[in-house]
């Protein structure tokens, strides 16, 4: 697989509480450089992305970011704002304690009530896979799949661990056909980006893509 093709499958991400204006525009800048799947960026910096590169970017946020346990009626509003603002893709964090209380069929029916929201555009579900059981990941696997979302993201990238090879096979014997999957948090070389892929994800969020692959894809 070529760095451009890894790239490719990239959301080129920047959600550190600090982050500035400046590293925004880095951030987008080499998104359109070595042409990422999106930039995964804070909400409020989403409407003067799109002001500043209008549909040349493609613009992922987060939703209940990044412990999960806002009301859903939060994250909706959420979610629309962020639409209305010029967003593509929504990642949103599931209720991490519903899961843990064994309310699966609640997580699911706030899945359904933000995909309706989102309609054609893309919604990734956090299932914050550190924090769960096999069961419960199972579990996730079918909310994620009955609720119509586009994809199940194993980790926020601020839990107390990422993205293992495990998971995503799990994931993979457990999704719908019609659900893909993103694998995130502590993709930090290249051989873990080329191995989640070859894994089968279709994305791979991480902030460090660009930097491990800019020499060899320049």
């Known amino acids: 697989m070529t760095t ?10 920047q959600l550190k509480a600090f982050a500035t204006w400046q ?5 987008c800048e080499e998104a359109l450089r070595y042409h990422t799947a999106s930039v995964c960026v804070p909400p ?4 003067r992305i799109r002001d500043a590169y209008g549909d040349r970017i493609r613009i992922c946020t987060v939703v209940g970011f990044p412990l ?4 859903t009626r939060a994250k909706a509003a959420e979610t629309q704002q962020a639409l209305e603002d010029g967003c593509d893709e929504i990642d949103m964090v599931v209720n991490i304690s519903d899961v843990k209380n064994g309310l699966f069929d609640k997580v699911e029916e706030e899945i359904r009530t933000l995909k309706q929201i989102c309609g054609e555009h893309i919604l990734k579900v956090i299932v914050e896979t550190c ?9 996730m696997c079918r909310a994620v799949t009955n609720a119509g979302a586009d994809y199940i993201k194993t980790s926020t990238g601020f839990g107390t661990g990422g993205a293992t090879k495990e ?12 659900v893909k999957i993103k694998a995130a948090g502590g993709v930090s070389t290249l051989e873990e980006l080329e191995m989640f892929l070859e894994l089968g994800c279709d ?3 991480t902030s460090k893509a660009v ?6 894809a320049e």
């Open 203 to 205: 994305r791979i969020g």
């Open 4 to 13: 451009e093709e890894m790239l490719e499958k990239v959301d080129h991400t």
């Open 211 to 216: 930097g491990l692959c800019a020499g060899k």
């Open 23 to 27: 590293d925004i525009q880095k951030l």
């Open 131 to 139: 924090y769960l059981t096999q069961e419960e990941k199972i579990a």
């Open 167 to 178: 998971d995503v096979e799990l994931f993979r014997k457990h999704i719908g056909p019609n």
């Open 68 to 71: 999960g346990y806002s009301v």
């Open 44 to 47: 409020a910096y989403i409407k």
